[in-house]
């Protein structure tokens, strides 16, 4: 056995039966004589390749396996490797390296410090010293990104070292969930069951670990008002449920504000302390007791308030529901909703959005990368489906539509996705659409085209900048670009136009691209 069958039977032992990448010259031995039970997902630049491969790795629940290219395409790739370490999804990059023979010449290709470069974003990076440790160097990042909290993991191999003997690595299992002590869920408990008026905010964790469903049990129970955390990448409580109040502002005196009045505060599955814009004030209202449940010990020990109980959400959850009580309380006012967008020239975001809610499928997994029309989206497009949203948690750019094809090709062929996308958004990584195309992945892309980068343009307006230079993005066909990738499409001309032309873009076989011209100047609710 070599280190390539070696690595190979690995991965097939683990379920993994796809790899994305971009390859060069230091891969080349890794993908000679590839499997004919494995798949290889071809990107058009690395970053695309790692997003498709996290999208891949949340449909399928097994870590994504992505293959880059040294130092250049690990480079590349880096943008993308930062939104899987901030939303928890397990990755294994495995990157090609120059002979080992040759690496004391700093050779053309080579990557100096291999398992530093993508340092601090990844659980574990390493450069194996032998060849032959090469297996079980992959056995333990891949155990590594599956292992709660998830997250990417980066393996460096030289490029001959595929060709050279290796043992096969050992069956070692693997158990991720834990519960925190009886001692800290009871402190828990007890606070919410002496809560006058509590309320539960819910991170992407929830959905993350199957927990929606015990999320929605312990929230009627206590009868709590839900938020979603701020910017959060999933959606873990349905959004049409009774006690849903919306997603909190990533602004701390907004939060504030909107949890004021709540006496015990349980967030479950994510922090409530993520900020884009700056206010002075405490971080939570000052008669609030603030819990944490959560599987990440970093995150608790970054925390500027509460109480941290460390446990996978899944678990800390069903531990919770046999030590609370059930409790009569007020319910919170039903959440507002917006008036429908009217149906008039030139279409409204709000319009589009609207449409979008009427028309895509309840069993649909939505995508949605427009930060200018956030706010707007969530409030007219409640998700109801324990895994059927997804977007960036961290915010760099170029997630989406790659994210979406590497969901579409882990699903049911029967399975719809539908990526919703800014066009600024799309343009970090709109080759995403020629794998698309490849594959015929079933997902629908829908670019709100704005013409520029609206959210930057709002951020300025708060500074008191009216004018901003380097925003305006006019004269873009993504039609012609769409098409050019071997994808089709169309244009909506009109908003008489908009529901028959989304109607055929969701009933489209492989992908399809719908671009929806909007008006500029949507405000965003904390910008």
């Not at 929605?216 to 910017?231: D, F, I, K, S």
């Not at 608790?300 to 959850?317: E, F, M, Q, R």
């Not at 069903?318 to 909703?337: F, I, N, T």
Request: one cysteine or more; glycine letters at 8%.
């Amino acid at each position: 056995m070599d280190v390539r069958d070696g690595v190979f039977e690995f991965l097939r032992r683990q379920g993994v039966d796809t790899i994305f990448g971009n390859p060069g010259s230091t891969e080349i031995r890794m993908l000679r004589d590839f499997p004919v039970d494995f798949t290889y997902v071809l990107a058009l630049q690395e970053s695309i390749a790692v997003a498709a491969a996290a999208g891949h790795a949340i449909g399928s629940g097994v870590a994504g396996v992505v293959q880059l290219h040294s130092a250049g395409g690990v480079g590349h790739g880096l943008g993308a490797v930062f939104n899987a370490y901030r939303d928890r999804v397990p990755l294994l990059v495995i990157a090609g390296q120059q002979t080992r023979a040759m690496l004391t010449t700093r050779p053309f290709l080579s990557a100096d410090e291999p398992a530093t470069f993508p340092r601090p974003y990844v659980k574990l990076a390493v450069q194996p010293d032998r060849a032959e440790d090469v297996p079980v160097a992959v056995a333990e990042a891949y155990r590594t990104a599956m292992t709660p909290p998830r997250g990417p993991v980066f393996v460096s191999v030289p490029e001959d070292d595929w060709d050279r003997p290796a043992d096969l690595v050992h069956d070692r299992h693997l158990h991720t969930d834990y519960t925190a002590s009886p001692a800290a869920l009871a402190d828990v408990a007890a606070a919410l069951n002496g809560a006058r008026r509590p309320a539960m905010v819910i991170g992407a964790g929830v959905d993350e670990d199957d927990a929606q469903e015990l999320a929605v049990e312990l929230a009627e129970r206590v009868t709590a008002a839900v938020w979603l955390t701020p910017l959060s990448a999933r959606s873990g409580f349905p959004e049409d449920h009774r006690l849903f109040q919306g997603f909190l502002p990533p602004v701390r005196d907004q939060i504030t504000r909107a949890l004021d009045g709540h006496d015990v505060v349980l967030a479950v599955g994510g922090p409530i302390f993520k900020y884009h814009v700056h206010t002075d004030g405490p971080v939570v209202p000052p008669a609030a007791r603030l819990f944490t449940l959560d599987c990440d010990p970093a995150q608790a020990a970054w925390a500027p308030d509460g109480t941290n109980v460390l446990s996978t959400v899944n678990s800390g959850l069903s531990s919770l529901l046999d030590l609370v009580e059930k409790r009569l309380r007020a319910e919170p006012p039903p959440r507002p909703r917006p008036e429908p967008a009217p149906r008039r020239d030139p279409i409204a975001p709000e319009l589009a959005i609207d449409t979008l809610r009427a028309l895509v499928p309840s069993d649909a997994v939505v995508v949605e990368e427009i930060p200018s029309h956030r706010e707007a989206f969530h409030a007219r497009f409640p998700i109801t489906r324990p895994g059927g949203f997804l977007t960036t948690g961290s915010g760099a750019l170029g997630w989406g539509l790659p994210l979406a094809v590497g969901r579409a090709l882990a699903g049911d062929r029967d399975e719809r996705v539908v990526c919703v996308v800014g066009d600024g958004s799309s343009m970090y990584s709109i080759q995403a659409l020629w794998t698309a195309a490849r594959h015929r992945a079933p997902v629908t892309f829908v670019v709100l085209n704005n013409r520029g980068y609206e959210a930057v343009k709002q951020l300025g307006r708060r500074l008191g900048t009216s004018e901003l230079v380097g925003t305006d993005l006019p004269h873009i066909d993504f039609v012609q670009v769409a098409a050019g990738l071997g994808c089709p499409g169309a244009r909506v001309a009109d908003a008489a136009s908009l529901a028959r032309e989304l109607n055929t873009a969701l009933a489209a076989e492989g992908p399809y691209l719908l671009e929806i011209p909007v008006i500029e100047g949507t405000a965003s609710a904390y910008a």
